[in-house]
């Protein structure tokens, strides 16, 4: 799987892996921990998260730009690694929420969001820049696609242990606290402390169920007992951000350490001082603009496989905890599902897009980028099916009502599905961007496939919303319609994609 790949490929992974873990430890839990912590409504959480999730892609094109105009890729990624240990810094500040004081701890909340935000948009674009930039090596050309792969199974690395972290953190100080974890707790807690006198009586008795299941008494003053599970629940789940700070700085101290021996834009310039004629002017701009308007066409079927599929930290965490029986296990633990396919399986695809290589079969990899939306609609239809065979209502009425819980199996199901989609998407569009990229805009191009990634975030909350107000087969038909629409789209301009990227 390495051979034939340049040497900075691994280092550089390295430095990213770092990252990811990081961010994938506070990505895991933050809808739900934004509920938890503001007793804010499903919707809302989902909103922020999909604005947030959105602004670090936005942000990549700022990162860029800076970088492109100031040809210091290095310099930037250094800077974004400090603004985001900042914002994680700030998140690890464990603070009671309370009504008192939950307007500017929200918006503190938001604040270290965004420089985590702004942080990722100085640092992941540039970085799969300088990916791309090793592959502008002739001797590295052939291997630019399974190059990215390869640099996507280390984000995965990071991203396999990273929701185990604030799961473990949260039940080891609730344990100290002579208390257990129970996900649907904290929301009978705000309720009961903002409508102690207004709580119907089915969500009283849930409550009181609860308290005593987690190691409380409902003897005492319960006001009191809901404000400290909420305390201890989210303090947890604070210290999990020190591990989020630990990760930054390693990768930090990896770059640093890495950093000469990676391409230098700059030094490239400096040496290739050509005069061109206006003819030959005239003919580069022209396949400036094939390559743009190829790389626009990707980046909008790219907003619609990310808007399905960044329904794992929304909608799908949701259903993970709403309709999934797997005893104790925390609902964001099922989010380490995907990165661990990504490790198996990502030496599976390589050798078989190798095999067909050398059979002369070669898959392109446009035709790769429409396969895998197919790939996420399998998903999304099986989620569909087995909906409408369980005969499941809107969340809402499920919370309310009760019914029969799915296994676990269905989640495992799920994510091999969508990992796959992922597996020739994700690293292959990568891999697409640094290769139709006009050389003096890398930056900027990288910046933009992260934009597309934006606009699709910025969708996210439509997920929970269709799963709590309908059947929640609605929603999962919406998002396969959305796969099939795409893929049928992208066939369609496989031929002329390929000529432009030949």
């Keep these: 799987m390495f051979k034939n790949q340049p040497k900075g490929l691994v280092p550089a992974a390295l430095s990213n892996m770092g990252e990811r873990f990081g961010y994938y430890i506070m990505n895991a839990v933050l809808v739900l921990f934004l509920c938890s912590k503001f007793g804010l409504s499903e919707e809302t959480s989902a909103l922020v998260y999909s604005f947030f999730y959105a602004g670090i892609y936005v942000l990549s094109l700022v990162g860029g730009l800076i970088a492109d105009k100031t040809q210091n890729y290095k310099g930037t990624i250094i800077w974004g690694l400090i603004i985001m240990t900042l914002g994680y810094v700030v998140l690890s500040i464990p603070i009671l929420a309370t009504s008192e004081n939950t307007t500017w701890l929200l918006s503190l909340t938001c604040a270290a969001l965004f420089f985590i935000a702004f942080g990722n948009g100085l640092f992941k674009g540039n970085l799969q820049a300088i990916v791309g930039q090793l592959y502008d090596d002739p001797r590295y050309a052939s291997q630019r696609d399974s190059g990215f792969q390869i640099f996507y199974v280390f984000i995965n690395i990071g991203g396999v242990l990273a929701p185990f972290v604030a799961p473990m953190l949260r039940s080891w100080w609730l344990g100290v606290h002579n208390l257990t974890y129970n996900a649907k707790l904290p929301a009978l807690c705000h309720e009961y402390l903002s409508v102690t006198d207004n709580m119907n009586q089915q969500n009283a008795d849930n409550l009181y169920a609860l308290i005593t299941q987690v190691g409380g008494d409902t003897s005492g003053d319960i006001s009191n007992f809901c404000s400290t599970y909420l305390d201890v629940f989210n303090t947890g789940i604070h210290y999990s951000f020190i591990a989020s700070v ?102 599976v695809v390589i050798a078989i897009f190798s095999a067909l290589a050398r059979r002369g079969k070669e898959i392109s990899t446009p035709k790769k980028i429409a396969i895998g939306m197919g790939l996420a609609g399998i998903a999304y239809l099986f989620l569909m099916i087995y909906s409408l065979w369980m005969g499941y209502p809107s969340a809402t009425e499920f919370r309310a009502e009760g019914g029969v819980m799915s296994g676990p199996w269905v989640l495992i199901v799920l994510y091999f599905f969508l990992t796959v989609a992922e597996l020739f998407i994700s690293p292959l569009g990568l ?72």
């Design 246 to 347: 630990a990760a930054m700085l390693i990768s930090l101290f990896i770059f640093i350490i890495i950093k000469k021996g990676l391409p230098s834009p700059t030094r490239k310039e400096a040496v290739e001082s050509v005069k061109y004629t206006p003819d030959e002017k005239a003919r580069m701009a022209k396949e400036i603009k094939q390559r743009m308007a190829a790389l626009f066409a990707v980046l909008g079927i790219a907003i619609f496989f990310w808007f399905s599929f960044h329904q794992n930290g929304t909608s799908l965490s949701l259903f993970a905890r709403d309709f999934v029986e797997s005893g104790s296990i925390a609902p964001e633990i099922w989010q380490a599902l995907n990165p661990f396919y990504v490790i198996i399986l990502t030496p």
């Design 431 to 502: 891999s697409f961007v640094s290769k139709v990229a006009p050389k003096h805009m890398q930056g900027l191009c990288q910046g933009l496939w992260l934009g597309a990634t934006a606009v699709g975030n910025v969708l996210l909350w439509i997920g929970p919303l269709i799963y709590n107000a309908a059947p929640i087969w609605v929603a999962w038909t919406v998002f396969l319609a959305v796969c099939i629409i795409s893929m049928g789209i992208m066939f369609g301009m496989v031929k002329w994609l390929e000529r432009v990227t030949a």
